[in-house]
T-cell receptor, first 114, second 111 residues
Framework: DTEVTQTPKHLVMGMTNKKSLKCEQH?????MYWYKQKAKKPPELMFVYSYEKLSINESVPSRFSPECPNSSLLNLHLHALQPEDSALYLC?????????????FGPGTRLTVL | KQEVTQIPAALSVPEGENLVLNCSFT??????LQWFRQDPGKGLTSLLL?????REQTSGRLNASLDKSSGRSTLYIAASQPGDSATYLC??????????FGAGTTVTVRA
């Protein structure tokens, strides 16, 4: 099973709402990633977790809060977002953090902030 | 900082023609290079992974080559079909554990 799942598929939220994105993989991967992708642009790395610990934070605003409750699950908590945060949020996983490993991506969550 | 460039930005071909997509990168100290396919509004599907020690990888109608010393990779898609219409992204992985993406080539295969 080489699948990464993400829920929800679509999310519309106001600037005062709190919501969460969820990502799950059952491939036994120990590295998980959050990316943000704006229209017609490549994905931009946000966070990297390795063995359930945050390894990389690409200077992401604190209104985005990642969480890795266990090795299969990755959440992204959203609070007080801005309209410019509207984008496709992609989750990915790889066997380990080392650069030789293939990354597998989920289908994404399309986020709209009103 | 690794810079990845994909040329052309867009490509339109008739069905049956072979596709040639180019990717170049500035820092040859890479671990691997991945080619992805992305349909509009969807996630990324990994097509091929080439490790830095390899020269090419093949999967069905897809063939990707890697010339690490010159910082280039080429994705060939044989006998294109309308279902191949998508955006193709290349990404390189370095020792900073990050994928550096190109901006993509948007392919349209006309029936």
């Amino acid at each position: 099973d080489t699948e990464v799942t993400q829920t929800p598929k679509h999310l519309v939220m106001g600037m005062t709402n709190k919501k969460s994105l969820k990502c799950e993989q059952h491939m036994g991967h120990r590295a998980m990633y959050w990316y943000k992708q704006k229209a017609k642009k490549p994905p931009e790395l946000m966070f990297v977790y390795s063995y359930e610990k945050l390894s990389i934070n690409e200077s992401v605003p604190s209104r985005f809060s990642p969480e890795c409750p266990n090795s299969s699950l990755l959440n992204l908590h959203l609070h007080a977002l801005q309209p410019e945060d509207s984008a496709l949020y992609l989750c990915a996983s790889s066997q380990a953090l080392a650069g030789r490993n293939e990354q597998f991506f989920g289908p994404g969550t399309r986020l709209t902030v009103l | 900082k690794q810079e990845v460039t994909q040329i052309p930005a867009a490509l339109s071909v008739p069905e049956g023609e072979n596709l040639v997509l180019n990717c170049s990168f500035t820092d040859s100290a890479i671990y691997n290079l991945q080619w992805f396919r992305q349909d509009p509004g969807k996630g990324l599907t990994s097509l091929l992974l080439i490790q830095s020690s390899q020269r090419e990888q093949t999967s069905g109608r897809l063939n990707a080559s890697l010339d690490k010393s010159s910082g280039r990779s080429t994705l060939y898609i044989a006998a294109s079909q309308p279902g191949d219409s998508a955006t193709y992204l290349c990404a390189v992985s370095g020792n900073d554990y990050k994928l550096s993406f190109g901006a993509g080539t948007t392919v349209t295969v006309r029936a």
